[in-house]
């Protein structure tokens, strides 16, 4: 049939059973949305109060569904706006496909109004960046672009189409999706004998788990090779939910906020299975330190992150749940008593622990546990409330921490969040926030209210930047440059004029209460929370140092 460029973008769109896509609209893309008005009972629409809450809702929705993510902005500002929400993507190996619309053809290259080389911008950023300049090639490339975006390592993709493609004319033809099937061409019979080898020579081992396993959907296989194994279990902040947060052999996080049980025990290990985990810095510390008494076997999809930060003994390329079968095939069950009561007797030495009485991070992720009961999709800003909200609520599934891991973008989490909640309409949806990274994204307070998204907004509210106070506090003799936020605004003001419930709370049992409130209201609710400014988030590492070096409060004398 004979279709115009704006009415191929939507039936590829409903080729790969897109339901939802956030966006803004704009001149150059006014033929997609006209079309997109046509097909609104097909395709939900969330416009968005900026293109940069749509990029991270996209992101949102794709991590808690595992479905791609899809956005949609207009040339030049519009497209630009998106490259923060590209980015965080990209780090965090989310499958989004972003669609821009561009001047005509024939203005590209002559700095026409609003022209912006998008796909070139965005290239160091996403797995592919498209320019379609021929609509004779439109449908391939938008297909080409979801199928980048979810095989191999997941990512971003990018499709930009100049306005007169959108409105020219050329046959299409519906393809019916086919079924991705992980590539195990990397695995062979003898990469899985070293690996079996090393497993059961080890005295000591350790399973380290990062998002890949989340991706792969490898949780079940995952569980069986730990038990097999006999292990203890760290992850990173991105492996969060991949094994259960309530299992007596889960140790907490690893890294500069980790436990000290999972830095010690990982430290003294004798071989470190590595399981869809890429060694960043902030899990790795000195690397010239880092698991220096053990051989290291890598798990991952991506050979590219192989032998990157850390030098490995070995390595297992393919997605994660295949490698995880072939091995549990396999491997005969172990048995490391000692060990494991070495590691047991760090939990008990080595709680996680915070002041009992006052309203703090710590207090408020615990209370939102307990009023869940863990069952909520929790998604985060970046700070402390961040590493509060890793360390004090109990992950039992994958795709329950919703967080910009890589790249550390504040302002991701209240657009996320709408996308979660979008994808999965029948979860509690819960954006933890610090007030420094509420006013990057308060505006999309007012997109949950227009489309009726009920998100709860959980702002730890603490009047400074606060981890970045933290570093000023203990590295930089106490000069707070630029981190003090006291002024006049008032979150809950703030709510209420945007159409959501506000409500402050100062004590435990205030804040109990408005979140217990704000679960029975079915509409957004900010709740303004006041902790202390010097509050901190403990265990640390200091920058640069191993992961052994960690310390906390006692350990300053305070």
Not at 22 to 29: D, E, V
Not at 190 to 201: D, G, P, T
Not at 247 to 276: A, F, I, Q, W
Request: net charge negative; charged share 25%; with cysteine.
């Amino acid at each position: 049939m004979q279709l115009n460029g704006a009415e191929i973008v939507i039936e590829c769109l409903k080729e790969q059973g897109v339901d939802t896509i956030f966006g803004y609209p704009g001149g150059a893309i006014l033929n997609v949305y006209d079309e997109l008005y046509k097909h609104r009972d097909e395709i939900r629409h969330i416009l968005t109060s900026h293109e940069q809450g749509a990029s991270h809702a996209a992101d949102g929705y794709a991590r808690a569904t595992g479905k791609v993510g899809v956005c949609l902005a207009t040339s030049g500002p519009g497209a630009t706006n998106l490259v923060t929400g590209i980015a965080t993507a990209s780090m965090d190996s989310i499958p989004i496909v972003a669609i821009t619309c561009n001047v005509g053809v024939s203005l590209l290259g002559k700095d026409s109004f609003q022209e912006i080389d998008i796909a070139g911008i965005t290239m160091p950023i996403t797995k592919y960046s498209f320019i379609v300049k021929d609509v004779t090639k439109l449908a391939d490339t938008i297909r080409k672009a979801f199928r980048i975006a979810q095989t191999g390592r997941p990512g971003p993709v990018l499709v930009d189409i100049p306005k007169d493609i959108t409105s020219a004319v050329t046959e299409y033809q519906k393809e019916e999706l086919g079924k991705y099937i992980p590539d195990q061409s990397h695995m062979n019979e003898e990469e899985v004998s070293r690996a079996l080898a090393m497993l059961e020579a080890s005295e000591k081992p350790y399973v380290f788990v990062g998002g890949g396993a989340v991706t792969s959907g490898a949780s079940g296989e995952l569980k069986e090779f730990v038990e097999k194994l006999d292990a203890p279990v760290t992850d990173s902040l991105m492996g969060k939910g991949a094994f259960p947060g309530t299992d007596p052999r889960y140790t907490g996080m690893l890294g500069m906020h980790g436990t000290k049980t999972s830095n010690y025990g990982v430290s003294e290990c004798d071989l470190l299975v590595v399981v869809g985990a890429r060694f960043s810095d902030r899990v790795t510390g000195n690397t010239e330190t880092f698991a220096k008494n053990a051989k290291i076997l890598q798990i991952d999809i991506d050979p590219a992150e192989i032998n990157k930060n850390i030098i490995v003994t070995e390595e297992m390329i393919g997605d994660v749940k295949e490698v995880l079968r072939a091995l549990n095939k396999r491997l005969k069950q172990q048995s490391h008593p000692e060990w494991m009561e070495q590691i047991r007797s760090y939990k008990e030495k080595y709680p996680l622990k915070y002041h009992p009485d006052a309203l703090t991070g710590p207090f408020i992720v615990e209370e939102i546990y307990r009023q869940t009961k863990g069952d909520a999709l929790i998604v985060t800003e970046v700070g402390q409330h961040q590493m509060w909200a890793a360390q004090f609520y109990k992950y039992t599934k994958p795709r329950t921490l919703l967080t910009s891991g890589g790249l550390g973008t504040m302002g991701y989490g209240l657009g996320a969040s709408l996308g979660a909640k979008t994808g999965c309409p029948d979860k509690t949806v819960v954006n933890i926030a610090g007030d420094g990274c509420f006013r990057m994204n308060m505006n999309e307070i007012a997109t949950a209210v227009r489309h009726k998204i009920p998100v709860i907004e959980v702002v730890v509210n603490n009047h400074v930047l606060g981890m970045v106070r933290q570093w000023q506090d203990l590295f930089y003799d106490e000069r707070y440059s630029a981190t003090v936020l006291r002024d006049a605004v008032d979150f809950v003001k703030l709510a209420e004029a945007m159409g959501a419930e506000g409500i402050r709370a100062e004590s435990q049992d205030e804040f109990r209460e408005a979140f217990a409130k704000a679960l029975t209201l079915n509409r957004p609710v900010v709740i303004d929370c006041q902790i202390d400014r010097d509050d901190k988030v403990w265990p640390m590492v200091a920058p640069g140092a191993a992961i052994s070096d960690v310390f906390d409060e006692e350990d300053m004398g305070k």
